[in-house]
């Protein structure tokens, strides 16, 4: 599902080259994300990228989040570093609807999502869009195609995220595109389109000589991980017998995981008990959060791993050498204490462990321990039925916000 985000008029849109991050082009016609892509950008080019002096063209954004990942929350993006170039406001230069790619994707896509921002406007292949039509502005006559929109947009200084599913672009007091934009939700498999306008510097101001500027984004957006993994209990017996004929250790299992730039992988390893003796099984096992992406982890608050731990396993006292003392204060989306708690304490209470993350030691890689222990019931159990082989399924989720950054370049050259 696109929907398309304008924040420009302009008389005639051009094509241009599309880049990211690390300078590679990218197809517009890309159709898929990597694995340790959350929201991907699959486009952030100037359209017509050669510009003469004092002559204008456009930014375009356009990204997607992942089918296989989580729905993104918070989604803001930002530009920089414009230089003497500048963004163009809201005047009466209409679009041509013609020349926006996906016109059937644009026309049903927005109003899905958005209804209320074409009620009384029904985009056909001739029709443009104004800043009146784009914001359904309650206008009339000659103001028609002057109306700058004063409708669904925050007063100056406002977060582009402060009312719920409003789409925000222009400064309601001098009615100038802003850098900055977001959406609260974009669901798996959305995609954007953000636009802005830009105008070229004059001669004057790059003194007649050519002149290139080097254009970034910022994105930022709240995402998660999900994931489930499988603790292999396996006796000793079964042990011996796999290792007399040469076979491995190795249990198929069923894993699960989401898609996004952090993965959480689970460090296999089965877990060997005894036919006989003592009361219960304590063991660790491990996994490694990782960072894939491109881009990096931000605001520390909001990163955050849980694991849900299977009825048949406790955690140990000494957990809290790689787990926190919790504050409920600060955990109360997941936890309804109202005190602090300890690692082992919580997972008593409520079958999970929770840890705030720093993103400095998310640089690359991060590896944690669950110290834990078999419940004297459940291995009792498993010695008393000869079980060889049983399987606990936990889950690991991690709660985190992202950003990304890319770039793309524009040049202007003098007349004469």
């Given at each position: 599902m696109k929907k398309l985000l304008v924040l420009l008029s302009l008389v005639v849109l051009f094509s241009g080259c599309t880049q990211q991050s690390n300078n590679e082009s990218v197809s517009a016609s890309e159709s898929s994300l990597q694995s340790f892509q959350g929201i991907g950008v699959l486009e952030f080019n100037v359209i017509k990228n050669q510009l003469p002096p004092g002559s204008s063209t456009y930014l375009k954004l356009r990204i997607r989040n992942n089918a296989l990942?989580?729905?993104?929350?918070?989604?803001?993006?930002?530009?920089?570093?414009?230089?003497?170039?500048?963004?163009?406001?809201?005047?009466?230069?209409?679009?041509?609807?013609?020349s926006l790619s996906n016109l059937n994707s644009v026309k049903h896509g927005v109003n899905a999502y958005y209804p209320d921002l074409f009620e009384s406007f029904e985009i056909e292949n001739n029709d443009v869009i104004t800043c009146g039509h784009l914001y359904n502005?309650?206008?009339?006559?000659?103001?028609?195609?002057?109306?700058?929109?004063?409708?669904?947009?925050?007063?100056?200084?406002?977060?582009?995220?402060?009312?719920?599913?409003?789409l925000f672009l222009y400064d309601m007091d001098a009615d100038l595109t802003v850098v900055e934009h977001g959406v609260q939700r974009l669901f798996r498999s959305d995609e954007y389109e953000f636009y802005w306008g830009i105008l070229a510097p004059s001669e004057?101001?790059?003194?007649?000589?050519?002149?290139?500027?080097?254009?970034?984004?910022?994105?930022?957006?709240?995402y998660s991980s999900e994931n489930y993994f499988t603790v292999v209990a396996m006796s000793s017996e079964e042990v011996n017998r796999?290792?007399?004929?040469?076979?491995?250790?190795?249990?198929?299992?069923?894993?699960?995981?989401?898609?996004?730039?952090?993965?959480v992988m689970y460090n296999y390893l089965p877990v060997e008990f005894q036919r006989v003796g003592g009361s219960s099984l304590e063991y660790a096992f491990s996994?490694?959060?990782?960072?894939?992406?491109?881009?990096?982890l931000s605001n520390q608050e909001n990163s955050i791993i849980k694991v849900i731990l299977p009825e048949e396993i406790d955690v140990t006292s000494n957990c809290g050498d790689w787990w926190d003392v919790i504050d409920c204060s600060e955990f109360s989306d997941f936890i309804s204490c109202t005190d602090t708690i300890t690692c082992d304490e919580l997972a008593v209470a409520e079958g999970i462990l929770l840890k705030k993350v720093d993103p400095e030691n998310i640089v690359r890689s991060?590896?944690?321990?669950?110290?834990?222990?078999?419940?004297?019931?459940?291995?009792?159990?498993l010695r008393n039925l000869n079980i060889p082989i049983k399987t606990y399924s936990f889950k690991v989720e991690m709660n985190y916000s992202y950003n990304l950054e890319g770039s793309t370049s524009v040049h202007t050259s003098p007349i004469s």
């Amino acid at each position: 599902m696109k929907k398309l985000l304008v924040l420009l008029s302009l008389v005639v849109l051009f094509s241009g080259c599309t880049q990211q991050s690390n300078n590679e082009s990218v197809s517009a016609s890309e159709s898929s994300l990597q694995s340790f892509q959350g929201i991907g950008v699959l486009e952030f080019n100037v359209i017509k990228n050669q510009l003469p002096p004092g002559s204008s063209t456009y930014l375009k954004l356009r990204i997607r989040n992942n089918a296989l990942g989580k729905t993104a929350e918070n989604v803001v993006v930002k530009i920089d570093n414009l230089g003497f170039y500048s963004l163009l406001d809201c005047t009466s230069e209409p679009i041509s609807v013609d020349s926006l790619s996906n016109l059937n994707s644009v026309k049903h896509g927005v109003n899905a999502y958005y209804p209320d921002l074409f009620e009384s406007f029904e985009i056909e292949n001739n029709d443009v869009i104004t800043c009146g039509h784009l914001y359904n502005a309650v206008v009339t006559g000659a103001d028609l195609n002057n109306a700058y929109v004063t409708t669904k947009i925050g007063e100056r200084g406002d977060s582009p995220l402060s009312v719920e599913d409003e789409l925000f672009l222009y400064d309601m007091d001098a009615d100038l595109t802003v850098v900055e934009h977001g959406v609260q939700r974009l669901f798996r498999s959305d995609e954007y389109e953000f636009y802005w306008g830009i105008l070229a510097p004059s001669e004057g101001m790059i003194n007649n000589i050519y002149y290139k500027q080097n254009i970034y984004y910022v994105l930022t957006y709240d995402y998660s991980s999900e994931n489930y993994f499988t603790v292999v209990a396996m006796s000793s017996e079964e042990v011996n017998r796999r290792r007399s004929l040469g076979e491995s250790l190795e249990v198929p299992v069923d894993t699960s995981t989401t898609a996004g730039p952090i993965s959480v992988m689970y460090n296999y390893l089965p877990v060997e008990f005894q036919r006989v003796g003592g009361s219960s099984l304590e063991y660790a096992f491990s996994f490694t959060v990782a960072n894939n992406g491109a881009g990096s982890l931000s605001n520390q608050e909001n990163s955050i791993i849980k694991v849900i731990l299977p009825e048949e396993i406790d955690v140990t006292s000494n957990c809290g050498d790689w787990w926190d003392v919790i504050d409920c204060s600060e955990f109360s989306d997941f936890i309804s204490c109202t005190d602090t708690i300890t690692c082992d304490e919580l997972a008593v209470a409520e079958g999970i462990l929770l840890k705030k993350v720093d993103p400095e030691n998310i640089v690359r890689s991060y590896n944690l321990q669950i110290p834990f222990k078999i419940s004297s019931v459940e291995l009792s159990d498993l010695r008393n039925l000869n079980i060889p082989i049983k399987t606990y399924s936990f889950k690991v989720e991690m709660n985190y916000s992202y950003n990304l950054e890319g770039s793309t370049s524009v040049h202007t050259s003098p007349i004469s």
